[in-house]
């Protein structure tokens, strides 16, 4: 069973089914978003429990005292952190085929998907950025930057090349949300003809497994950042 309600502080602890796979999500998240394209690409049946950030029940405090999502949960196993899930979930339910097979591409693989922030941290600031805030240019200029990193290091349909990865689905979420952000904001977060690689990788990232098995509209996703940015986050 999975619900797109999202559960509050007075919500008790829907009931665990043993050998059932369980994660925490909010349903707009881009980091609990990541675990789940992993679980989507291998066809991973699971069950959903969606949480209110903003109002979290104790049992899920428990289950990971920072608070965020997502979280993993199976028959009293618990694991949390999204880059952490896509490995773990990677090698219990996939067969390697997300990661290069030579241990130093998978390094460099990495790197990349610790470089996300180069984009990610203005993103964020736009997210919350007021109109005709004058910060907006400088954080424009900043994501600008961040992705100029990725679009010089595309050098095929995907970032592992031929086939899509993980570094693809780790980057993936956040830029799901470009146009939404671009509605919201009235700026254009990743024109075409300054990345023209990223683009098409976004064209070609649609019709991948995972991210067709959790894919939003762009307007549930401006729907979300609306409700934001009026301070009363719907979840």
Same mark, same amino acid.
């Given at each position: 069973?999975?619900?797109?309600?999202?559960?509050? /502080?007075?919500?008790?602890?829907?009931? +665990?089914?043993?050998?059932?796979?369980?994660?925490?999500?909010?349903?707009?998240?881009p980091?609990?978003?990541?675990?789940?394209?992993?679980?989507?690409?291998?066809?991973v049946?699971?069950?959903?429990?969606?949480?209110?950030?903003?109002?979290?029940?104790?049992?899920?405090?428990?289950r990971?005292?920072?608070?965020?999502?997502?979280v993993?949960?199976?028959?009293?196993?618990?694991?949390?952190?999204?880059?952490?899930?896509?490995?773990?979930?990677?090698?219990?339910?996939?067969?390697?085929?997300l990661?290069?097979?030579?241990?130093?591409?998978?390094?460099?693989? /990495?790197?990349?998907?610790?470089?996300?922030?180069?984009?990610?941290?203005?993103?964020? /600031?736009?997210?919350?950025?007021?109109?005709?805030?004058?910060?907006?240019?400088?954080?424009?200029?900043?994501?600008?930057?961040?992705?100029?990193?990725?679009?010089?290091?595309?050098?095929?349909?995907?970032?592992?090349?031929?086939?899509?990865?993980?570094?693809?689905?780790?980057?993936?979420?956040? +830029?799901?949300?470009?146009?939404?952000m671009n509605?919201?904001?009235?700026?254009?977060?990743?024109?075409?003809?300054?990345f023209?690689?990223?683009?098409?990788?976004?064209?070609?990232?649609?019709?991948?497994?995972?991210?067709?098995?959790? +894919?939003?509209?762009?307007?549930?996703?401006?729907?979300?950042?609306?409700?934001? /940015?009026?301070?009363?986050a719907?979840?």
């Amino acid at each position: 069973m999975s619900s797109e309600k999202a559960l509050t /502080k007075d919500s008790p602890l829907p009931p +665990l089914q043993k050998g059932k796979l369980r994660v925490y999500s909010m349903r707009f998240c881009p980091y609990a978003q990541r675990a789940r394209i992993v679980l989507g690409h291998y066809k991973v049946p699971f069950e959903t429990v969606n949480i209110h950030l903003k109002s979290k029940p104790d049992w899920f405090l428990e289950r990971n005292p920072n608070g965020t999502v997502p979280v993993f949960e199976k028959d009293g196993q618990v694991l949390y952190e999204s880059g952490v899930l896509m490995d773990y979930f990677e090698q219990v339910y996939g067969n390697g085929e997300l990661y290069p097979k030579d241990p130093y591409l998978k390094a460099k693989a /990495k790197i990349l998907m610790d470089s996300a922030t180069k984009y990610t941290t203005p993103y964020y /600031k736009m997210l919350f950025t007021k109109p005709g805030d004058d910060s907006l240019k400088e954080n424009l200029e900043a994501l600008y930057k961040g992705l100029q990193f990725f679009e010089d290091r595309l050098e095929g349909k995907f970032f592992n090349g031929a086939s899509v990865g993980m570094v693809d689905y780790f980057l993936w979420p956040h +830029l799901e949300r470009a146009e939404a952000m671009n509605q919201v904001l009235g700026v254009d977060i990743m024109p075409k003809d300054k990345f023209p690689k990223l683009n098409a990788w976004v064209s070609a990232m649609k019709t991948t497994p995972g991210v067709k098995a959790t +894919l939003f509209s762009d307007k549930d996703h401006k729907g979300f950042v609306d409700s934001v /940015k009026a301070g009363n986050a719907n979840y």
